[in-house]
């Protein structure tokens, strides 16, 4: 029987874009192959990458914005090399800000490439809330943020006005709310939260700030090379490519990213008002900056864990056992989570308080 799965990632994908993957394993486009044996030079696979492409750029209102998607490999941590290779000039500086355990994997690698300013951080209190009230430096080449903090349950509800170019880690949160994506210089994210499965990341660049770094820029880390070879300028991961085109139609069809936000924010809602009500949980994260997408919580008494464990895995619930670096629970509720598992959840925790 199928589970309710609120894995972090790998994570859901609409039953239908299993469906329709699964049989292009078997036979793609009628073409008497499986898309696993196929050129990715070949006619049909190119339409694939270009409409993934383009659709990418639809759903978040970037089309003629001077804006490129790209579907890159190497996953969302490549680009936190590739980040500073193409920004960070040989003598500047970046800006972090410092959210969570992605975050400052980022940063990390900022700094092997030279001055790295992190100008907030959430480390003092293990990343339950989003810093707030920080200056950027105006002579930044780049501020970098992680939109939502997959493993600790706090997202952005709000972006800083800067006039340096803002870079966004996006991987737990891409196409789950309307924001003003043209705010930002390059977003980017690895495709198994939300979008996909593990093997590709979307990277969608403004052209124009590109260039500026003096460096040499290796090939397969060149932003600009990857938009002139037209996502292709080696094999990209066709299987997560052709998949996570087939998320993105799914996300047309009903209706968009706005569409979206509004089912995420039922989901999340119900949820969290089930962790607020109910005298056994407490949520983890600062209420202001909670996450819609993966929601942590704790049970008040650990003593209470086994019983507790015993009747979500009897309800057919998987995955929600929560991070090592905060513990309890983690219900990742992403855009293919439908509001009838959420539901499941919910009436899991309230048969708890009254067995408990
Ligand atoms: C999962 C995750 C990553 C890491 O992605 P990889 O594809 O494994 O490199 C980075 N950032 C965020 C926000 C994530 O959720």
């Given at each position: 029987m199928k589970k309710h799965n609120f894995s972090a990632g790998p994570s859901i994908l609409p039953q239908e874009v299993f469906e329709k993957s699964a049989q292009a394993v078997l036979d793609f486009n009628n073409l008497g192959l499986s898309i696993l044996e196929i050129s990715h030079r070949s006619k049909d696979f190119v339409a694939v990458m270009e409409e993934a492409r383009a659709t990418a750029l639809e759903l978040l209102g970037l089309e003629g914005k001077g804006y490129k998607a790209l579907f890159l490999t190497g996953g969302a941590s490549m680009e936190f090399?590739?980040?500073?290779?193409?920004l960070l000039k040989e003598n500047g500086k970046a800006a972090y800000l410092d959210t969570g355990t992605w975050a400052s994997g980022a940063i990390k690698e900022a700094k092997r490439f030279g001055t790295t300013e992190?100008?907030?951080?959430?480390?003092?209190?293990?990343?339950?809330?989003?810093?707030?009230?920080?200056?950027?430096?105006?002579?930044?080449?780049?501020?970098?943020?992680?939109?939502?903090?997959?493993?600790?349950?706090?997202?952005?509800?709000?972006?800083?006005?800067?006039?340096?170019?803002?870079?966004?880690?996006?991987?737990?949160?891409?196409?789950?709310?309307?924001?003003?994506?043209?705010?930002?210089?390059?977003?980017?994210?690895g495709a198994q939260k939300n979008m996909g499965p593990a093997g590709t990341t979307?990277?969608?660049?403004?052209?124009?700030?590109?260039?500026?770094?003096?460096?040499?820029?290796?090939?397969?880390?060149?932003?600009?090379?990857?938009?002139?070879?037209?996502s292709m300028y080696n094999t990209p991961a066709v299987f997560p490519v052709y998949?996570?085109?087939?998320?993105?139609?799914?996300?047309?069809?009903?209706?968009?990213?706005?569409?979206?936000?509004?089912?995420?924010?039922?989901?999340?809602?119900?949820?969290?008002?089930?962790?607020?009500?109910?005298?056994?949980?407490?949520?983890?994260?600062?209420?202001?900056?909670?996450?819609?997408?993966?929601?942590?919580?704790?049970?008040?008494?650990?003593?209470?864990?086994?019983?507790?464990?015993?009747?979500?895995?009897?309800?057919?619930?998987?995955?929600?056992?929560?991070?090592?670096?905060?513990?309890?629970?983690?219900?990742?509720?992403?855009?293919?989570?439908?509001?009838?598992?959420?539901?499941v959840l919910v009436d899991v925790m309230q048969e708890f308080e009254r067995t408990v």
């Open positions: 090399v590739r980040v500073p290779y193409n992190v100008i907030a951080s959430s480390k003092n209190e293990n990343y339950n809330y989003i810093p707030k009230g920080f200056a950027v430096p105006t002579d930044a080449d780049y501020l970098h943020c992680t939109s939502n903090n997959t493993i600790f349950g706090t997202q952005m509800h709000s972006f800083p006005e800067t006039n340096v170019p803002l870079v966004c880690d996006m991987s737990s949160d891409i196409f789950s709310r309307e924001l003003d994506f043209s705010k930002f210089g390059i977003i980017y994210a979307l990277v969608i660049v403004k052209e124009d700030i590109l260039g500026n770094t003096g460096r040499n820029i290796p090939g397969i880390l060149d932003y600009s090379q990857h938009i002139a070879k037209e998949t996570s085109l087939l998320t993105l139609q799914w996300v047309k069809k009903n209706g968009g990213v706005a569409a979206l936000e509004k089912k995420n924010n039922e989901k999340a809602e119900l949820l969290y008002n089930e962790i607020d009500r109910n005298p056994l949980f407490t949520g983890t994260a600062k209420t202001e900056d909670r996450s819609k997408m993966n929601v942590t919580f704790l049970l008040k008494d650990e003593a209470h864990t086994e019983q507790f464990d015993k009747l979500w895995k009897e309800a057919n619930i998987s995955g929600i056992n929560g991070h090592r670096s905060v513990g309890g629970y983690r219900a990742s509720i992403y855009n293919a989570m439908p509001l009838e598992s959420v539901k």
